[in-house]
């Protein structure tokens, strides 16, 4: 079936459509901004996304009019007396489960936010100052890599208002989170792409709306999810059971009968054939 006949269903059409415009150039800087604010669309309203780029714009104007030389220390020393002294950008450790602290919007405007939405804040004034820096998607805490020449790297902790964190900090952070038998690898510290990025807030945001039972808003998410990973099946499944669950029994069958098509092996079939039958009469 294709996507773009059927969906969306619950997301709203113009943050859909946004989103599906990044996909087409997914590895590009504006990408993930662009993809950041399409995410926020699905729930917010009258999102301008030229002010929000003209706001980001501010601050590397600003933090580069202060700099007197070439030297990439003075560009990161200004950066973040700019971002967390001035701006005042720092985690919502009050709130961290507030949906707003995923959408790039909000917290432009209230300078809360989470790890992964305030690393993407870090890392477009960054690059946006000739900085070489990447996202790092540590498990359960996202940070911002910064190479400073020679041969230095650093981990930024924006959510910790931009504290440098050395490999060992980095490591005790994750083994707080996952136990001490949590291995540290160089590997964690690849860069992660647009799509990794922007599938990591449409996670979180499918755990916070999942565990409060706001299905029409997973359904959403999951809509954005599939234009992300168009060739993940198991997405059409999510979304035929929660559409099923808010009661849009055609598209639920819809998805639910094209999953299995292409699926014929998967270990719960019986039961959604059943559940198939029961959507299609």
Same mark, same amino acid.
């Given at each position: ?192 792409? =647009?799509?990794?990025? %922007?599938? !990591?807030? /449409?996670?979180?945001? &499918?755990?916070?709306? *999942?565990?409060?039972?706001?299905? @029409? ?13 168009? =060739?993940?099946?198991? %997405?059409? !499944?999510? /979304?035929?059971?929660? &559409?099923?669950?808010? *009661?849009?029994?055609?598209?639920? @069958? ?17 039961? %959604?054939?059943?559940? /198939? ?5």
């Amino acid at each position: 079936m294709s996507q773009s006949a059927a969906l969306p269903q619950c997301c709203s059409p113009e943050a859909f459509r946004l989103l599906a415009r990044q996909v087409q150039s997914l590895d590009s800087p504006d990408a993930l901004v662009q993809g950041a604010i399409a995410i926020a669309m699905s729930q917010m309203r009258d999102v301008d996304a030229a002010a929000l780029d003209a706001q980001l714009q501010k601050y590397a104007d600003t933090i580069r009019k202060r700099v007197r030389g070439p030297q990439t220390q003075a560009v990161i020393a200004h950066l973040h007396d700019v971002l967390f002294e001035e701006e005042g950008f720092a985690g919502n450790t009050e709130d961290y489960y507030n949906t707003a602290n995923s959408y790039l919007p909000a917290v432009l405007a209230t300078k809360r936010g989470l790890p992964i939405t305030l690393s993407l804040i870090y890392k477009v004034v960054a690059e946006r100052l000739g900085l070489r820096t990447w996202g790092v998607g540590l498990p359960g805490h996202f940070l911002v890599a910064l190479e400073e020449p020679p041969q230095t790297l650093l981990l930024v902790d924006p959510f910790a208002k931009g504290r440098i964190l050395t490999r060992e900090e980095a490591h005790a952070r994750i083994q707080e989170l996952f136990g001490p038998e949590v291995p540290w690898t160089e590997d964690l510290l690849r860069p992660a792409t =647009n799509r990794h990025w %922007l599938t !990591r807030i /449409l996670q979180n945001l &499918l755990h916070i709306f *999942g565990t409060n039972n706001r299905y @029409s808003d997973v359904a959403a998410v999951l809509e954005m999810e599939m234009l992300l990973w168009p =060739n993940q099946d198991h %997405l059409q !499944r999510d /979304l035929a059971l929660v &559409l099923a669950r808010i *009661g849009l029994s055609r598209p639920a @069958s819809l998805w639910l009968d094209a999953y299995l098509r292409n699926n014929p092996d998967d270990p719960q079939k019986s039961d %959604l054939k059943q559940l /198939l039958d029961v959507l299609s009469n």
